[in-house]
């Protein structure tokens, strides 16, 4: 029945978006942090400083479960640079890392064809 109450009201577009989640601690190694439809992992080396910039950024954990958005994901080589970068270059390369960003393939996607059954 939730099902059907839950596909009425997003044909009718009486969803509500959701509200900036409080700030939270800083997440573990290997959790998702996400930003409207951007979404990136938490490396070892993220501290404390840069997730608190994050936060001010509008970034938070990702903590509903199960997650059914689909979201264009950070490059690691991306959130690496970010690590390393020093506080006053933040912005400049977090715009390039979500400039990079790319959507991943779901699984079970009748539209999505793997590259590599793609012919040339």
């Known amino acids: 029945m939730q099902m059907l109450r839950d596909r009425v009201r997003g044909f009718l577009n009486v969803r509500s978006q959701r509200v900036l989640p409080r700030r939270g601690p800083k997440p573990a190694i ?3 942090i996400v930003f409207g439809d ?3 992992t938490v ?3 993220f501290g404390d400083a840069l997730w608190d910039w994050l936060l001010e950024q509008g970034w938070r954990e990702l903590r509903y479960r199960p997650e ?3 979201y264009r994901e950070v490059p690691r080589i991306c959130v690496a640079e970010l690590i390393d ?3 006053d270059e933040r912005a400049l390369i977090l715009n390039a890392a979500l400039a990079r960003a790319s959507r991943r393939p779901i699984l079970g996607d009748p539209n999505a064809i793997p590259s590599y059954i793609v012919r040339h």
């Open 43 to 45: 490396q070892a080396g």
């Open 30 to 32: 290997g959790a998702h």
């Open 38 to 40: 951007l979404r990136m």
């Open 68 to 70: 059914h958005r689909h």
């Open 85 to 87: 970068a020093p506080s």
